[in-house]
Structure formats: structure tokens, C-alpha cells
């Protein structure tokens, strides 16, 4: 894939062309030699030699200050190259020449001022340029838009947003060009593309060579990074990743490669013990022949954002997304709606670790001009807020895309030129408290076995507890490991689970908190099957002083459930606990009704009775301490023990 298709960085200038036979034969010179290098350089930019046409125009003006069409097409040649201020002050020239005689150079200045951040110009020359009678609509559509454009820039020049950013390092940051940052939930790996020169590249001397690289975050520090090897990076190029928020998997964009659907797919490829594997197309229906790039995957791993200009968008270039199906398929792509998408373009999509706060980039709302990054969130029932601009001078005349935003919310990381000499770098800011997503905490745990030590495979569940849906359902990597993201303002269950093993559970009462949260770290450790174990039911809750259950332990007993049928040699008692609140007779009642709750579930639910016994202990054995809140609630809790087991 060719840098453009990496950085994505295109803004489409719609300006005329202006070949020599677009203006009278009476040229606005009578210098021959002028006229001469003049249509030398018509010749050379015809055939699309910038250099050479450069150099003959400028001899033209050089001889001639007075050459209007000179002037012209050397500021139209600058557009094309992206020299935007050069053109701008080339197009003035013309005007001051001759400011009646090709009404299109307002058009052109204007948005060459636009492009180079001469926002007071520009909307002066725009406004010039609507006076002109006979002009194309779409130059007039936009002349319009821009006018918004300017007037949205000269504001938020005057209202700067709060924007210190620092280079992430020398372990990252080279002479080359890094862009694209992604990381992990954790905030100790960070993935991205570098774009080796020619000349530092021995294999691949005559092209740019782009390939994935890992750094890793050691004392504050990140460590030199380490290219990601074969079979992820290629001969070909790499880039546009979106990482996994345990690090373990990544989807990114290629293209041109063998088999794949269109120009540029969207791929995948998984972590293990150290190494890539082969990359894969996702393949229809997210892969079409159009173009799918930039994947951004949720925490959850089951929701897919991603730019195509597939047929059914509103405008060139559109964000869509997809949902990981219980078939292990992905649906049919859905549009995001023209909340989000415009008549312009829309890329780089950004789906926050909270898992509803997005970051885009868009030309086709109110900016500074080109690509600006914005931000909407996801409302409950999947529409989405008006997308905010994130202001100057985060967004700038220059294109702005690219963005990552670690767990907490606070740090963000995006790549920008600041130094000629060393290309493209990554940096990091603190964003704004106003354009910040929720915080989210994570936990990461190691799962072993409790009696031998040994690390297990095993499954874990994210449950919200308000809803009863599986938010992720996974397996532990090779080594017992997983990171689960926590979002703020919802209650969330944890499960962990392996055949042959009581299972764990956990929970996390996070409903109504948006600060940020000290991560979770827990080694956990599963019980095998033998008389004597305990489980605790973590999930199981009551009401106040009652026996009724709550809706949010239905999970958690139907996992008791299945954990009785699949193992039909267990027998189990259920055991109630209170803390120390009340008469002893009291809270020994209160234990064993509760108890006797549970057991009647799991009766319902086909379990034979006689697999099961239950008993309330009352007050006996805390866990905690009984005189703060939080060891009280330790002490409330619902335990199961295994009281017969025959192989």
C-alpha cells in the first residue's frame, strides 16, 4: 500500500486547470522570452514534471513581473504539490496583475489562503468570488462550505483549546517517518507504522517500505521499538492498525495483495507466544471491491469501525461498522448515519476502550480547513451525539487524523511533522477534560491451578450485571493471561472458568463513576474438583434484609447451573452468610433463606435436590472485618461447597 493509502491524508481542491489556450492569445506580456519559458513549463506540467515546469515558470516571472498567467499557474502547479501558503501568495500576485481578467482566481486564492491557515483572507476572497456571475455550483457549494470553514477557524484561533504535546521518545521516533499509534488497555505496548526512507532501506532502495513495529513501556519509558517480523510486515506495505485491547490481536489495512476483494481490505492476524500469524482477509461481508481501510475494533473485540467508500454511503468516504456474531461472522456493515458522515469525507476511526466515544477525522464539517478530528458518543439506543471538532490547535490548516487515547482517557497520542529533518513523529498531549471519553479501568489476571500451580487455558466472561449480557467471552492466552476493560458506569460480573474446576467470579460495582480507577491486578486461582472446595458466588445478590434475588445474579446462577448438569457427579451444598449487623437469630435465619433461594433456582432449572443441601451460617466466619461498609459486604455472601464427588 502506497503512503497516500497509509496516511490517508487527501483533501480535494476542486480549482480549474488552466492550460494556455484557457486565456486569450493577447498573454499578459510582450516579452518574448517569457512567453517562451512560459509554455516550456504548459508542456512539462502537462506531462506531469513538476520540477521542470516549476523551474521554467519561475524564469517566466523572473523576466516578466507583470506575467499574470505565470503567476497563475505556478500558485495552480503549488496546489498540486501541496505547497499551499507558495500558491496562495502566488495567486495574490496575479490579482494585484489583473484582478478582472480570470474571476476563477479568486476561487483558488481563496483556497490555497484556506489551506495555509489565511483565514481572514480566504473568507474575503470567497465571498469575492460568490459576487461573480456564471460560476460552476459545485465551485459555489464550495465557496459556501468554506466560507463556514473559515468562520468556524478564525473563532477557534481566538479560543484556543489547552495543547502541549511531547514526543513519546528516541525509542519510537526516528529520522523516518512513525505515524499511525495504536495501544494497548494497559498502556505498556505501543504499536505503530514506520516508512523507512529509500536510502536506509537496502532491499527496497527505489520505494518507501512501511511495516509495523512494537516498542513496550519500561520506568516511563518507551524502550527501542522492535519490528513485528514475517509473516505480519511483508515486501509490501503495512499500516492503519488497530491493536487489540490486550495486545493479543490486531486488525489493519493492506493492499494489493494477492486474493483480496478490493484495492485496500481490512486484515487479521493473532498474537502467540511471541509471533504474528499469518494475516488474514476478513473476507465479505466487511471486504468488498471498494475500498475498507483504517479498522478501529472496540474492547469488547466484537464491534468493528472502519472508513470504505462502498456504494450506500452519503458521501466519498464513509464510516461504518460491523458486529462479531455469535456464528463467529461478521454482519453486514451498517452505516453510521449522517450524525457522523457528510458529503465529504470521513476516516480514521478511533472507538475509545469505553466502547461508545468515538474520534474521527472529516473534511466535511465546520473545521480548520482539510482533515479535523472530532468526537461523538454512542447513545443507548446506537445513534450518535453531533460530532464536536476537538478546536485549535489540536486541529490545524494541516490535515489531523490518526488519533489513540489510552484507557484513563486522559493521554492521547497522534503522529505530526514538526521537525523537516525528521519526518513524521509520534507524539502525546493530555486532552482537554471537554473532549475526553469515560475513564476505564481494566483487570489483568493470571490464571493457575490452586493446588499444583500450574498456568490453565481457561474461559472468562465480562457480564454486565444491569443487563445479563456477555460483554466478552474469551479464552486466557497461552500463559494464563488476560486484560479485561471495565468501563465506568455500569456494574460488571466476572467469570473464570475451566472443565474440571469450580469456577471464579468477581465483581466490579462500578454504576455512576467517571474517574479514573487504579487498574485490577489478580492472580487467580482455580479449585479443582475434590470434597472440600469452596466457590464463592461472587454475583449472587439480595435485597436489603430479604431473600429475594435480584436480577443481576441471574448469571451467575445460571452459570452455577450449567457447572451442576455438565458435572453430574457433584454434589454441593449452598451455604448463606450475613455480617454482624442484627441479632444472631436473626441473621441465622436471614442465611439460610437465602441459602434455600438459591437452592430453589437451581431446582428449577432442572438440578435434581438431592445433589443439593443448604445451610445459613449467620454471622459465623467473616471474611472481613464488621464495622466498615466494605468489610460488611465481604462478609454478606453466598458460598457453595462440594461436599460429594465421584469420579
Same mark, same amino acid.
Given at each position: %500500500?502506497?503512503?497516500?493509502?497509509?496516511?490517508?491524508v487527501?483533501?480535494?481542491?476542486?480549482?480549474?486547470?488552466?492550460?494556455?489556450?484557457?486565456?486569450?492569445?493577447?498573454?499578459?506580456?510582450?516579452?518574448? =522570452?517569457?512567453?517562451?519559458?512560459y509554455?516550456?513549463?504548459?508542456?512539462?506540467?502537462?506531462?506531469?514534471?513538476?520540477?521542470? $515546469?516549476?523551474?521554467?515558470?519561475?524564469?517566466? *516571472?523572473?523576466?516578466?513581473? =507583470?506575467?499574470?498567467?505565470?503567476?497563475?499557474?505556478? &500558485?495552480?502547479?503549488?496546489?498540486?504539490?501541496?505547497?499551499?501558503?507558495?500558491?496562495?501568495?502566488?495567486?495574490?500576485?496575479?490579482?494585484?496583475?489583473?484582478?478582472?481578467?480570470?474571476?476563477?482566481?479568486?476561487?483558488?486564492?481563496?483556497?490555497?489562503?484556506? %489551506?495555509?491557515?489565511?483565514?481572514?483572507? $480566504?473568507?474575503?476572497?470567497?465571498?469575492?468570488?460568490?459576487? !461573480?456571475?456564471?460560476?460552476?455550483?459545485?465551485?459555489?457549494?464550495?465557496?459556501?462550505?468554506?466560507?463556514?470553514?473559515?468562520?468556524?477557524?478564525?473563532?477557534?484561533?481566538?479560543?484556543?483549546?489547552?495543547?502541549?504535546?511531547?514526543?513519546?521518545?528516541?525509542?519510537?521516533?526516528?529520522?523516518?517517518?512513525?505515524?499511525?499509534?495504536?495501544?494497548?488497555?494497559?498502556?505498556?505496548?505501543? %504499536?505503530?507504522?514506520?516508512?523507512?526512507?529509500?536510502?536506509?532501506?537496502?532491499?527496497?532502495?527505489?520505494?518507501?517500505?512501511?511495516?509495523?513495529?512494537?516498542?513496550?513501556?519500561?520506568?516511563?519509558v518507551?524502550k527501542?521499538a522492535?519490528?513485528?517480523?514475517?509473516?505480519l510486515?511483508?515486501?509490501?506495505?503495512?499500516g492503519?492498525?488497530?491493536?487489540?485491547?490486550?495486545?493479543?490481536?490486531?486488525?489493519?489495512?493492506?493492499?494489493?495483495?494477492?486474493?483480496?476483494?478490493?484495492?485496500?481490505? *481490512?486484515f487479521?492476524?493473532g498474537?502467540?507466544?511471541?509471533?504474528?500469524?499469518?494475516?488474514?482477509?476478513l473476507?465479505?461481508? !466487511?471486504?468488498?471491491?471498494?475500498?475498507? !481501510?483504517?479498522?478501529?475494533i472496540?474492547?469488547?473485540?466484537?464491534?468493528?469501525?472502519?472508513?470504505?467508500?462502498?456504494p450506500?454511503?452519503?458521501?466519498?468516504?464513509?464510516?461504518?461498522?460491523?458486529?462479531? =456474531?455469535?456464528?463467529?461472522?461478521?454482519?453486514?456493515?451498517?452505516?453510521?448515519?449522517?450524525?457522523?458522515?457528510?458529503?465529504?469525507d470521513?476516516?480514521?476511526?478511533?472507538?475509545?476502550?469505553?466502547?461508545?466515544?468515538?474520534?474521527?477525522?472529516?473534511?466535511?464539517?465546520? &473545521?480548520?480547513?482539510?482533515?479535523?478530528?472530532?468526537?461523538?458518543?454512542?447513545?443507548?439506543?446506537?445513534?450518535?451525539?453531533?460530532?464536536k471538532?476537538?478546536?485549535?490547535?489540536?486541529?490545524?490548516?494541516?490535515?489531523? %487524523?490518526?488519533?489513540? *487515547?489510552?484507557? &484513563?482517557?486522559?493521554?492521547?497520542?497522534?503522529?505530526?511533522?514538526?521537525?523537516?529533518?525528521?519526518?513524521?513523529?509520534?507524539?502525546?498531549?493530555?486532552l482537554?477534560?471537554?473532549?475526553?471519553?469515560?475513564?476505564?479501568?481494566?483487570?489483568?489476571?493470571?490464571?493457575?491451578?490452586?493446588?499444583?500451580?500450574?498456568?490453565?487455558?481457561?474461559?472468562?466472561?465480562?457480564?454486565?450485571?444491569?443487563?445479563?449480557?456477555?460483554?466478552?467471552?474469551?479464552?486466557?492466552?497461552?500463559?494464563?493471561?488476560?486484560?479485561?476493560?471495565?468501563?465506568?458506569?455500569?456494574?460488571?460480573?466476572?467469570?473464570?472458568?475451566?472443565?474440571?474446576?469450580?469456577?471464579?467470579?468477581?465483581?466490579?460495582m462500578?454504576?455512576?463513576?467517571?474517574?479514573?480507577?487504579?487498574?485490577?491486578?489478580?492472580?487467580?486461582?482455580?479449585?479443582?474438583?475434590?470434597?472440600?472446595?469452596?466457590?464463592?458466588?461472587?454475583n449472587?445478590?439480595?435485597?436489603?434484609?430479604?431473600?429475594?434475588?435480584?436480577?443481576?445474579?441471574?448469571?451467575?446462577?445460571?452459570?452455577?447451573?450449567?457447572?451442576?448438569?455438565?458435572? =453430574?457427579?457433584?454434589?454441593?451444598?449452598?451455604?448463606?452468610?450475613?455480617?454482624?449487623?442484627g441479632?444472631?437469630?436473626?441473621?441465622l435465619?436471614?442465611?439460610?433463606?437465602?441459602?434455600?433461594?438459591?437452592?430453589?433456582?437451581?431446582?428449577?432449572?432442572? *438440578?435434581?435436590?438431592?445433589?443439593?443441601?443448604?445451610?445459613?451460617?449467620?454471622?459465623?466466619?467473616?471474611?472481613?472485618?464488621? !464495622?466498615?461498609?466494605?468489610?460488611?459486604?465481604?462478609?454478606?455472601?453466598?458460598?457453595?461447597?462440594?461436599?460429594?464427588?465421584?469420579?
Amino acid at each position: %500500500m502506497k503512503e497516500r493509502l497509509i496516511i490517508l491524508v487527501t483533501v480535494i481542491i476542486v480549482t480549474f486547470l488552466i492550460p494556455g489556450n484557457l486565456f486569450s492569445q493577447q498573454y499578459h506580456t510582450t516579452s518574448p =522570452k517569457a512567453l517562451k519559458a512560459y509554455k516550456a513549463g504548459l508542456t512539462a506540467f502537462d506531462y506531469i514534471d513538476y520540477a521542470n $515546469a516549476e523551474q521554467y515558470f519561475n524564469q517566466a *516571472i523572473e523576466t516578466d513581473r =507583470k506575467f499574470f498567467e505565470a503567476y497563475m499557474m505556478m &500558485g495552480e502547479l503549488l496546489l498540486k504539490q501541496r505547497r499551499f501558503k507558495e500558491a496562495a501568495g502566488h495567486f495574490q500576485k496575479a490579482v494585484q496583475i489583473d484582478s478582472s481578467f480570470y474571476p476563477n482566481a479568486f476561487f483558488n486564492m481563496a483556497t490555497a489562503e484556506l %489551506m495555509s491557515g489565511q483565514y481572514e483572507k $480566504a473568507l474575503v476572497h470567497y465571498n469575492a468570488y460568490l459576487t !461573480v456571475p456564471k460560476i460552476s455550483e459545485k465551485n459555489r457549494i464550495l465557496s459556501v462550505r468554506n466560507i463556514k470553514n473559515c468562520q468556524f477557524a478564525i473563532e477557534a484561533v481566538r479560543n484556543p483549546v489547552p495543547f502541549s504535546p511531547e514526543s513519546v521518545g528516541d525509542g519510537i521516533n526516528t529520522n523516518n517517518d512513525e505515524y499511525w499509534p495504536s495501544i494497548t488497555a494497559d498502556g505498556q505496548t505501543l %504499536m505503530f507504522t514506520r516508512q523507512e526512507r529509500p536510502s536506509e532501506n537496502v532491499l527496497r532502495k527505489s520505494v518507501f517500505q512501511e511495516d509495523f513495529y512494537l516498542s513496550y513501556l519500561s520506568d516511563k519509558v518507551w524502550k527501542t521499538a522492535l519490528n513485528a517480523g514475517a509473516p505480519l510486515n511483508t515486501n509490501q506495505n503495512e499500516g492503519a492498525q488497530s491493536l487489540s485491547s490486550d495486545g493479543t490481536y490486531m486488525y489493519f489495512t493492506a493492499c494489493d495483495r494477492p486474493g483480496g476483494l478490493g484495492s485496500c481490505d *481490512i486484515f487479521f492476524s493473532g498474537l502467540s507466544n511471541g509471533k504474528w500469524s499469518m494475516p488474514v482477509n476478513l473476507g465479505s461481508p !466487511v471486504n468488498t471491491k471498494y475500498w475498507e !481501510v483504517q479498522p478501529s475494533i472496540n474492547a469488547a473485540g466484537n464491534m468493528l469501525f472502519f472508513s470504505s467508500n462502498r456504494p450506500g454511503g452519503i458521501g466519498g468516504k464513509d464510516l461504518w461498522y460491523s458486529v462479531y =456474531k455469535s456464528n463467529k461472522k461478521w454482519s453486514t456493515p451498517r452505516n453510521l448515519g449522517n450524525k457522523i458522515n457528510t458529503t465529504g469525507d470521513e476516516m480514521s476511526p478511533f472507538i475509545h476502550f469505553d466502547g461508545k466515544t468515538l474520534y474521527f477525522s472529516s473534511d466535511g464539517l465546520p &473545521g480548520m480547513g482539510g482533515l479535523d478530528i472530532y468526537f461523538s458518543r454512542m447513545l443507548d439506543d446506537t445513534t450518535w451525539t453531533d460530532p464536536k471538532n476537538l478546536g485549535y490547535p489540536i486541529n490545524t490548516y494541516n490535515d489531523e %487524523m490518526g488519533l489513540t *487515547i489510552e484507557s &484513563g482517557g486522559q493521554m492521547a497520542y497522534f503522529s505530526t511533522k514538526r521537525d523537516e529533518k525528521e519526518g513524521k513523529n509520534i507524539y502525546s498531549f493530555k486532552l482537554y477534560e471537554a473532549v475526553q471519553p469515560d475513564p476505564v479501568s481494566y483487570l489483568k489476571g493470571k490464571v493457575t491451578d490452586k493446588e499444583s500451580g500450574q498456568v490453565l487455558i481457561a474461559e472468562y466472561e465480562l457480564v454486565n450485571l444491569s443487563t445479563g449480557k456477555s460483554v466478552i467471552n474469551k479464552l486466557t492466552d497461552g500463559n494464563g493471561n488476560f486484560l479485561v476493560c471495565l468501563p465506568s458506569g455500569n456494574n460488571y460480573g466476572l467469570n473464570v472458568s475451566k472443565d474440571g474446576y469450580l469456577f471464579y467470579s468477581e465483581n466490579f460495582m462500578l454504576e455512576g463513576q467517571h474517574t479514573a480507577m487504579e487498574p485490577y491486578l489478580k492472580k487467580i486461582m482455580l479449585s479443582p474438583f475434590r470434597v472440600g472446595e469452596k466457590m464463592l458466588l461472587a454475583n449472587v445478590f439480595f435485597e436489603v434484609d430479604s431473600w429475594k434475588l435480584k436480577k443481576e445474579s441471574l448469571a451467575e446462577l445460571n452459570r452455577l447451573s450449567d457447572l451442576l448438569k455438565n458435572n =453430574k457427579e457433584l454434589k454441593v451444598e449452598i451455604g448463606g452468610y450475613t455480617d454482624a449487623t442484627g441479632s444472631n437469630e436473626h441473621n441465622l435465619n436471614l442465611s439460610e433463606k437465602r441459602a434455600l433461594a438459591v437452592l430453589d433456582f437451581l431446582v428449577e432449572t432442572g *438440578i435434581q435436590a438431592q445433589r443439593l443441601k443448604y445451610k445459613g451460617y449467620g454471622n459465623a466466619s467473616p471474611v472481613g472485618d464488621n !464495622v466498615t461498609s466494605e468489610g460488611r459486604k465481604l462478609n454478606r455472601r453466598t458460598e457453595v461447597q462440594i461436599i460429594e464427588y465421584k469420579k
